[in-house]
Structure formats: C-alpha cells, structure tokens
C-alpha cells in the first residue's frame, strides 16, 4: 500500500519523521497520519518524494517496479480548467470540503498520469 511505500523509503533512507518531514516541507504529524493510512499524500508530496529521493512514481502508487530502459520524468503540469474551477469555488467551502476536493482531483490528476505513462511504456 502507498502508506507502508511511503514509510519504507523514510526507514531506507534511515530517517526521523521529524527529518523526513522537513525535507518534503511538510509536518511530522501529517507524515504520521500517512504512514498510518489515516490520510492520503498529495500531489506535491508525491513530487516531492520523485524529486528528492528519486523515487519510482509507479512503484510508489501501485508497487510494482518500473521496467528497465523506461522512461520515468515527470514534469509538474499546469492545472487543468477542471481543477481551475474547483479552486475558484475553494474560498466558498468550508474546510472540510475544501480538503475532500483538493484530495479528489490530486488522486485523478495522479491516476491520470499514471495511465498516461502506462499507455507511453505499452503504446
């Protein structure tokens, strides 16, 4: 599962949830949450993990290893109108709604890639 991925580099890497957090900008207690299967990473988290650890996106997301000779880049990609008109209406929710969203249309925008690189890789 992504959590226990996610926990596994942390462990590899020999690190603090206290260090590790801070390298990927964000708190112990959310990285916590996340190795507990009590939240889900974001899209910038997962980034930030390709980048600073250069970590497999498609191990990350699915475990399963990424095939020999492919090609793994991923660039961050401008929003797309869907996701522009989500955040116009963010300053009209409450918190609550606005996290679910926000987790919503990272977890798509990221699913959407994936099959993307896949169809690349098979195509």
């Known amino acids: 599962m992504l959590n226990e991925r996610i926990k596994k580099?942390?462990?590899d890497k020999s690190m603090t949830l206290k260090t590790f957090a801070t390298a990927l900008g964000t708190s112990p207690g959310f990285v916590s949450e996340i190795e507990n299967g009590l939240k889900m990473p974001g899209y910038e988290l997962l980034l930030s993990l390709k980048r600073i650890?250069?970590?497999?996106?498609n191990w990350l997301l699915t475990g399963e290893e990424q095939a020999?000779?492919?090609?793994?880049?991923?660039?961050?990609?401008?929003?797309?109108?869907?996701?522009?008109?989500?955040?116009?209406?963010?300053?009209?929710?409450?918190e609550d709604q606005k996290r679910?969203?926000?987790?919503?249309?990272?977890?798509?925008?990221?699913?959407?890639?994936?099959?993307?690189?896949?169809?690349?890789?098979?195509?």
């Not at 492919?70 to 797309?80: A, L, T």
């Not at 990221?110 to 890789?121: C, D």
Request: charged fraction near 35%.
């Open 68 to 94: 020999e000779g492919s090609n793994d880049k991923v660039d961050q990609r401008p929003m797309d109108t869907v996701t522009e008109k989500i955040n116009q209406h963010l300053g009209q929710m409450c």
């Open 53 to 57: 650890y250069d970590v497999d996106l």
């Open 100 to 123: 679910d969203v926000l987790k919503y249309t990272e977890e798509k925008k990221l699913l959407s890639e994936l099959m993307s690189e896949r169809q690349l890789k098979t195509g």
């Open 9 to 11: 580099i942390r462990k």
